[in-house]
């Protein structure tokens, strides 16, 4: 990928932070259910889990009938939620545009009594709002053709949910996906950048199939129409202009690639009518709040009813977020992430030019101290009461300790901002944090495997689609693929405080997966010039965190920490997301 971290169209996405993801399509008439059977998987794959033919699928069009559909309130909803750009489903896997596409009459316009050109009316009302349009479309999977991507993929046996439609085609011979590419894709992203003026980004997604060079022709074609038009990485093949993270996949660290997560307000990305484990507005707040931190926007998806309202739930919770936003709207628009290279366990920081922004999770906590910023502070505000707060800035070793007395208070998230003498500087070094927490992250550790030094390899855009066959650090911070038992990560860290430690290692937490211990054990050895001491794991718990078998009392000072898997459970690579000390 090019890097485009300078240029206008990056640093609008920057700016941005806030989008709302919309899936919609005939699948939202069934809303989760076939014949009377209902899925538990997500809503938009239902013709996929059920194997539905597509002479039956498509007869989902002649009753598709949105009346309750209004551009204008949809747009304002987000505008009110303070969201600054939409991203809606302009063709999904199952193949029907939600656009009047001359490439193929398997759409809203031609197929539908609805007949209104879906597309069209929100760019329109986007344009009206100043709201920034995106568009999806799913290049590779489309379960109304013959010859689109997914079949030669061993991952789906016919017995599961498949990526291609293998009940009307199961012979996978003669399938030709450059046939479907240039008939059906290429003409149709060529209409949705020609028919509805700038479009802010195209969201690709699932490159089954697609090859380096259709990729190529494809992120050609966008440019060579919308120069400015964002491509995220679900295009394939690594290429694309940002970083688009798996579903529901929240980053562990500070990215320097322009990124964004992509999150289900419940658990369905399309509507289920029975789905109500709705995220609660506090639970947005707080992941917009540490994606910010984390340089990555955040795009939230709802899933309209199939005739085209809004479920109430999904506008009392984006009302309630909108709220906050609305207050805290210089904390989080146009800043960037954490500028310090390691993170705090009390909460997140942003920052924009001299200014830092504190979120504090607790909001009942009445004093802060930041560990090793070494910019002179100048005034501290709460926003929340919009009134100054008291500080004090002390020397301590390689940067300074900076104490704010905090005002408790019931707002989900309170914000303060800190006004600085010059851009904001953090010490290197790791150091303790507030009531003395110590996080370590691979990203800032020194590798060896064998004993010989080596550089973790990074993920590029796209590789979250390919097998993980080494040890790597992913597109989200975590480290991949841990296999090799002679594998160390050191870090050198400071301790500001005398004290019995506890050491508590995190394995990264996947959406919807429960907590299970794995045979996974581990050493921690921390030296200092003075001793050397250990803590192990006899296992640890996927999905969560797990705390060493003993306890260590170190002195304050400087520390060298090693982190060695002594025994690695076979078959069962292990993600890696951060190793901590915390005060007991």
Same mark, same amino acid.
């Not at 504190?358 to 929340?384: A, E, P, S, W, Y």
């Not at 394995?507 to 050895?525: A, C, G, I, K």
């Given at each position: ?26 699948? +939202? ?7 009377? #059977? ?20 498509? #007869?989902?069009?002649?009753?598709? @009938? ?24 302009? $063709? ?30 929100? %760019? ?51 399938? @030709? ?6 008939? &059906? ?40 129409? #919308? ?5 995220? +990485? ?9 970083? +688009? ?26 509507? $289920? ?5 709705? $995220?609660? +507005?506090?639970?947005?707040?707080? !992941? ?5 931190? !984390? ?29 906050? /936003? ?75 300790? *900076? ?43 020194? %590798? ?17 689609? &390919? !097998? ?6 992913? /597109? ?26 506890? %050491? ?16 996974? #054990? ?5 030296? /200092? ?24 009392? *170190? ?30």
């Amino acid at each position: 990928m090019a890097d485009m971290r300078q240029t206008p169209a990056l640093e609008r996405f920057f700016d941005a932070r806030f989008g709302l993801f919309i899936h919609w399509g005939l699948y +939202s008439l069934l809303a989760g259910e076939w014949q009377g #059977q209902r899925m538990d998987d997500i809503g938009e794959w239902i013709m996929s889990y059920h194997k539905i033919p597509i002479r039956d699928y498509e #007869q989902l069009a002649a009753r598709f @009938n949105p009346t309750a559909f209004d551009a204008e309130a949809i747009v304002r909803m987000a505008k009110r939620a303070g969201m600054r750009y939409l991203v809606i489903t302009s $063709k999904h896997h199952e193949g029907f545009a939600l656009f009047h596409s001359k490439a193929d009459r398997y759409n809203v316009v031609e197929a539908t009594p609805f007949g209104r050109d879906i597309i069209a009316e929100l %760019a329109t009302a986007c344009r009206k709002h100043d709201l920034k349009l995106g568009l999806y479309y799913s290049q590779a999977l489309d379960w109304h053709e013959r010859d689109a991507g997914g079949w030669d993929d061993p991952a789906y046996l016919p017995e599961r949910r498949p990526w291609a439609n293998i009940w009307d085609f199961p012979d996978p011979a003669g399938k @030709n996906f450059e046939a479907y590419f240039s008939r &059906k894709v290429l003409p149709q992203v060529r209409e949705i950048l020609t028919q509805y003026g700038d479009i802010f980004l195209i969201w690709f997604d699932t490159p089954r199939t697609i090859s380096t060079e259709q990729s190529r022709r494809l992120y050609d074609l966008v440019k060579s129409i #919308q120069p400015d038009c964002l491509v995220n +990485s679900r295009i394939g093949n690594g290429l694309g202009d940002y970083s +688009s993270l798996g579903d529901n996949q929240l980053p562990t660290i500070p990215l320097t690639v322009a990124t964004e997560s992509p999150v289900t307000l419940n658990d369905t990305w399309g509507y $289920k009518s029975y789905d109500h484990n709705w $995220k609660s +507005s506090h639970d947005i707040i707080g !992941k917009l709040v540490r994606l910010a931190a !984390k340089n990555t926007n955040f795009l939230l998806n709802i899933g309209p009813r199939g005739d085209g309202s809004i479920p109430e739930e999904t506008v009392r919770i984006l009302e309630e977020t909108g709220a906050w /936003s609305q207050r805290n709207t210089q904390a989080i628009f146009g800043t960037r992430g954490n500028p310090c290279s390691y993170d705090f366990a009390w909460g997140s920081l942003t920052a924009r030019t001299n200014q830092l922004f504190c979120f504090i999770d607790d909001n009942q906590k009445q004093q802060l101290t930041i560990n090793g910023l070494r910019t002179r502070v100048l005034q501290v505000m709460n926003l929340d009461a919009n009134l100054p707060a008291t500080y004090r800035q002390d020397t301590i070793q390689d940067g300074t300790a *900076l104490t704010i007395d905090l005002t408790p208070t019931e707002s989900v998230q309170p914000a303060y901002r800190i006004d600085l003498a010059g851009v904001p500087e953090f010490a290197a070094m790791p150091m303790s944090q507030d009531q003395g927490q110590l996080l370590l992250f691979p990203h800032l550790a020194a %590798a060896k495997r064998q004993d010989v030094p080596f550089v973790l390899p990074r993920q590029g855009l796209g590789d979250r689609y &390919k !097998k993980v066959t080494t040890e790597a650090l992913s /597109s989200a911070g975590s480290l991949v693929g841990w296999t090799d038992p002679t594998l160390t990560l050191t870090w050198d860290a400071l301790l500001l405080q005398d004290g019995t430690y506890q %050491a508590a290692i995190q394995l990264p937490v996947h959406y919807l997966q429960e907590p299970s211990p794995v045979p996974h #054990q581990f050493r921690l050895t921390v030296t /200092s010039a003075a001793e050397s001491l250990n803590t192990s794991w006899t296992s640890v718990t996927e999905n969560g965190g797990s705390a060493a078998d003993s306890l260590l009392t *170190l002195q304050a000072g400087q520390y060298r920490l090693t982190l060695q898997a002594i025994v690695l459970a076979p078959d069962r690579p292990l993600s890696f997301q951060s190793v901590s000390l915390y005060r007991v």
